[in-house]
């Protein structure tokens, strides 16, 4: 399980855009699966989406089609998660996680009781 850390949320407004990251301090994700997932309020940790290293894009919601995509910018420790027009049930804590597969990493987080702080995304008025 790759050590990982998010950052980059906040409070934004219904229709608004953020970008989160996801870095690695100790290796490169080049070669790695990347999958957000998220917790809202009184929910289930969800995953969300899933890049894989050929930067095939597996959507798990289909509420977040088309508004959210993986972002790989060749810097190697870090992928982004773009978020665009945000809605209030949007708002959730948001977790990274990296292995060789999208499915593998999947099962290997949500398997596991050691997540990190992720960051905080409040859609609201």
């Known amino acids: 399980q790759l050590q990982v850390v998010e950052s980059g949320g906040g409070l934004v407004q219904p229709g608004g855009s953020l970008r989160l990251s996801c870095t690695c301090p100790e290796v490169t994700l080049d070669y790695s699966a990347v999958v957000w997932f998220r917790q809202a309020p009184g929910k289930e940790r969800e995953e969300i989406l899933c890049?894989?290293?050929?930067?095939?894009?597996?959507y798990y919601l289909d509420s977040v089609k088309d508004r959210f995509v993986i972002i790989r910018d060749g810097a190697g420790n870090t992928v982004y998660l773009q978020m665009n027009s945000l809605a209030p049930e949007d708002t959730a804590v948001y977790y990274c996680g990296g292995g060789p597969t999208c499915r593998d990493t999947i099962d290997t987080y949500k398997g596991t009781e050691s997540w990190g702080p992720g960051t905080q995304v409040t859609v609201s008025a």
């Open positions: 890049n894989d290293p050929t930067q095939s894009t597996t």
